[in-house]
């Protein structure tokens, strides 16, 4: 084929000045604003609308219709273009190229400034060489950061001394590594750290030699229990950490009375008491009712009594330990005793002395109490009952029989 019949078959070229990209967003929004100007001067009428669809605007500039959107939209956009749909059903258009904003944004870009750089742009592409750059791996994906956080901050490498010591107020190594067991063996004991004491251990130790001063460094060196001087001794304890008897057997029978198993019922109680907000709060309330109780049995004895009324728990009770424990279990059935190893000898279960038989004034348990309670005779009997019997240690609060147990 000729070139004359080849260039003539290709059709009429589509005007495009690079420069115009600036203002209308890119080339082909470039194409198509020069294709709609050209069509409105070829009009008898200067205002009339140019009435087209997407096939004709493909075949004058080829833009297909993902590129034709795109270059009405960035005309749009800078108000260059008005368009408006003839025909729902089809995809006819009429389009106004506004020449007033184009003339105005083409002035704004030629300023004597603007003119210049353009001009030295061009010039230089035009003499600048091409220039083959070697192939390349591409570059790394920039990786987005919080800009409230900024970018992470590099590890800073740090040699270490394979024959680093700590430095503190210890004297030796071996006082060090004392002081380390017994740091360890609290952490222990009080579940610190989640069952890594030496890490715990060694964070206090660490703290030390950067100049931290510790309570249980003193406590090492005075030769104390660790910890010990750093307890709180509260309203409601006799000692730190220890409840008044009665004050915590109260608590007891609170949740034995729910219906708690006793060694639950121990548990949370004490869990109660060492709440510092809930302990204060719990105390506050049982001197009322000791002072309450104090009350009466004063009135009493002005009444004439001889002995007043004190709860049972005002009496002394021989404490509960392991040894009195095993010693009774011993003496009941040798081979259920708590002891640690079967093989250990059982010593001989002591003589009990024979107890006395329950007389007809043995006072009443609770349960049976409450059973007779709730009858409507039972009731008016137990109510008698109670009041005139104050060494029972009962008394009846909100419908409920329950035993009264001051400090």
Known sequence: ?????????????AIYYPTLGKITGGVAASIFL???LQWQAQQLNSGEWVKTNSSEIEKATGLNSEEQQLARRLLKVRSLLKEK??????????LWADIDAFEEKFNNLLTPDSANTIAQTSRENNNRPVEILPETSPPEPAVKTDKFFGKHRQQIAVT??????????WNSQEELQKFQRALEEYAREHNLWFGNPSGWAFKI??????????????EFIAGIPLGESQKVKREWEIEPEVPYPAFEEE???????????????????????RNPVLGKDLWEGFLRKCDRIADDALKAKNQGVQTAYLPSSFNDRPQITKESVMQKLGAIAPQFS?????????AEPPKLEPQESPTTDEIPSI?????????????????KQIAANPEWGYEIVDGEIVESIPF
């Open 1 to 13: 084929m000729k070139i004359g019949i080849f260039l003539g078959n290709l059709g009429n070229p």
């Open 34 to 36: 020069c294709q709609l």
């Open 85 to 94: 749909s003839t025909d729902s059903n089809t995809d006819s258009l009429e």
């Open 160 to 169: 270490v001394n394979p024959n680093y010591r700590f430095s503190g107020p």
């Open 205 to 218: 130790i660490d703290s030390m030699t950067k100049g931290l001063t510790s309570t249980f460094w003193d």
């Open 251 to 273: 608590r007891i029978q609170y949740y034995v009375h729910k219906g708690e198993p006793l060694e639950a019922a121990v548990s949370k109680a004490r869990a109660d008491l």
């Open 338 to 346: 708590l002891n640690q190893s079967t093989s250990e000898t059982i």
């Open 367 to 383: 349960s049976f109490l409450q059973k007779a309670y709730q009858t409507a005779l039972g009731r008016s009997i137990v109510e």
